[in-house]
């Protein structure tokens, strides 16, 4: 069964910050409808990137999911046709062993560039990237 869940505030105070009203209001991913192919992960604070720029993005977000499965991270295609923004590792592999891993609890991150020749903002809640299950 696939199940997303929020990482523990423990872990979340450690990850990105000690602030339990950011840590209740944030979104589990979901698809926007029965035919969308994948489940949007959503910026838990305001992004601004600039040209060239690296930044690593805590999702707060952990996976449960069947051993033969794998969750594939790619990045939503209007933050690459409109911002020429892009994950720095094109697309990002999580195993089903990863799932409350000792070392963070299978937090799951994402790590994106700005390859554009602009300054790009995006607002807390805005959905950057999309995750699909594949067998």
Known sequence: MRDFEKISFEQFKKDVKDDLALYQEYSLPQRDSSKTAGYDLYLLDDLEINPGEIKKLPTGLKCHFE??????????????????????NQVGIIDADYYNN??????????????????????????????????
């Open 102 to 135: 000792r070392d963070n609890e299978g937090h799951m991150w994402i790590r994106i560039q700005n390859e554009g020749d602009v300054p790009v903002k995006m607002k807390k809640g805005e959905a950057i990237v999309q995750s699909l299950f594949f067998k």
């Open 67 to 88: 051993d033969d499965e794998v969750l594939l991270f790619v990045v939503r295609s209007s933050m690459g046709f409109k911002y020429n923004l892009r994950l720095c």
